[in-house]
């Protein structure tokens, strides 16, 4: 199976330092699960600004890892936020991006 995210740009950035990109994984790790909280509440508030700003910080994370699965739905999310797209249409577009970033996880753990 073909891995969600690339530490290519971390590797070079670091010379390969196993310590660092440690770091810089799990740093990542507890960003997006505290923007996935934020996305989750907005969500049950219907608080479409915090969506689209929280979508706009997630961003250059998903970006930098090479997660080219949920790069149109991150973006689409921020975008689509307006409070004139429904949330029903915006649901599954949240629910794609914490899926997949919980794959990730999952997966950074084991490596």
């Known amino acids: 199976m073909e891995k969600l ?3 290519a740009d971390l590797e070079a950035m670091s010379d390969n330092d196993e310590a660092f990109i440690a770091t810089m994984k799990q740093i990542f ?7 996935l909280g934020k996305l989750n509440k907005a969500f049950e508030e219907k608080d479409f600004n915090t ?18 699965s949920i790069k149109d739905d991150i973006r689409a999310l921020e ?7 429904p949330m029903e249409e915006l649901l599954p577009l949240k ?3 914490e ?8 997966d950074m753990r084991k490596s």
């Open 99 to 106: 899926t997949v970033l919980l794959q990730v996880f999952a």
């Open 79 to 85: 975008s689509r936020a307006t409070g004139n797209t």
């Open 95 to 97: 629910q794609k991006v």
């Open 5 to 7: 995210y690339s530490l």
């Open 51 to 68: 969506i689209r700003v929280t979508a706009h910080t997630m961003k250059p994370s998903i970006d930098n890892l090479h997660i080219l």
């Open 29 to 35: 790790e507890e960003e997006m699960l505290i923007s």
